[in-house]
């Protein structure tokens, strides 16, 4: 249920709720919380990677509450978007069939990075800021929703 009526719900899916989707909550709610009520699940839930929590710290974002969840805690529940974040065809993108508006917006998935820690967080961050940027603009004036 709606915690305010007024407020919009939004749920943010991958597979993982360990990245991009926490990004996405993280970032959505800190730019304009006051217009929506959100949320992010994945199809198979893993712990939120703590790159995710760390370079969402870097922007003033404290992300640290937020916890992987699974799709299946929302079945039921309706949303007024539900966006898909996978990034490629090969990757499994999860489904949820109670949103009055779908749209798929691919990120590259963090999860997959390999090498040093430096190299890790430099990619973290691009998609951090390519998350941050699309939901600035996208979410703005809530366009998004027509």
Known sequence: ???DANLK??????KNNSGRSQMAEAILRHLYGENFEVYSA???PRPIN???IEVLDEIGIDASPQESKSL???QGQEFDLVVSLCSSE???CPVFLTGKKYIH???KDPAGIKGDKQHRLKLFREIRDDIYRWIEDEFQDDNILE
Not at 9 to 14: E, S
């Open 1 to 3: 249920m709606s915690l």
């Open 9 to 14: 719900r939004v749920l943010f899916i991958c």
């Open 42 to 44: 994945g199809s198979d």
């Open 50 to 52: 703590p790159h995710t």
């Open 72 to 74: 299946q805690i929302f």
């Open 90 to 92: 090969d990757e499994a």
């Open 105 to 107: 917006q691919g990120f």
